[in-house]
């Protein structure tokens, strides 16, 4: 499962494009070079939430759930503050934001102002897509295969087959990228590198 296709798929990235004016080419390419942070973000935020998976869950619906994601493809305008308040619980800091932003203008040439107002926007669309997805019964270990599939798609992998995990299972293998079977110090690093 690639995130960046389910939004468009389901029409999300035309009404991003519709909502900042600009082309839905323009949209694609902002989403994809701010998703990989966004997932990151989560990723992030999965290791220091108090029961991990389950705990995302509970944060999600805190936050608004699966109504984030209906919010942003109602006809009515997304109420942005929204996606702020799902940024400050994945990157902690406006200054994180700006960062995210600065770097996929480098990625696309997109203009930063306009990467800054997508970001909360798609925020909300990937913390609405993960609550819906996980709203089946079994909160931690669906919401870790939505988490990893999604972040699997991004990271044109996901197949990736190592036990270990430190109790995170598949996402657990995902997040391990150099395959010394601990995930922690990739996530470390890449927390680390988010918050320069």
């Known amino acids: 499962?690639?995130?960046?296709?389910?939004?468009?798929?389901t029409g999300a990235i035309g009404k991003v494009a519709q909502q900042l004016g600009v082309n839905e080419q323009v949209a694609e390419a902002g989403a994809a070079a701010l998703l990989p942070a966004i997932l990151g973000g989560f990723k992030k935020t999965t290791q220091a939430q108090p029961g991990g998976l389950e705990g995302l869950g509970g944060l999600l619906g805190g936050l608004?759930?699966?109504?984030?994601?209906?919010?942003?493809?109602?006809?009515?305008?997304?109420p942005v503050e929204k996606g702020n308040d799902v940024l400050g619980q994945i990157f902690g800091s406006k200054e994180v934001s700006r960062q995210v932003a600065g770097n996929a203008?480098?990625?696309?040439?997109i203009d930063p102002s306009l990467l800054k107002k997508m970001l909360p926007i798609l925020a909300m669309l990937v913390a609405g897509y993960l609550a819906k997805q996980s709203g089946g019964g079994q909160p931690g270990g669906g919401l870790g295969g939505i988490l990893g599939g999604a972040l699997g798609g991004l990271l044109g992998?996901?197949?990736?087959?190592?036990?270990?995990?430190?109790?995170?299972?598949?996402?657990?293998?995902?997040?391990?990228?150099?395959?010394?079977?601990?995930?922690?110090?990739?996530?470390?690093?890449?927390?680390?590198?988010m918050a320069r």
């Open 157 to 193: 992998g996901g197949g990736q087959s190592a036990p270990a995990g430190g109790g995170l299972g598949g996402l657990g293998s995902l997040l391990d990228m150099d395959g010394d079977g601990n995930p922690l110090d990739d996530i470390i690093g890449m927390a680390g590198k």
């Open 105 to 109: 203008s480098a990625q696309t040439g």
């Open 1 to 9: 499962m690639n995130i960046a296709s389910v939004l468009k798929q």
């Open 64 to 78: 608004g759930g699966g109504g984030l994601f209906d919010a942003v493809v109602s006809p009515e305008p997304t």
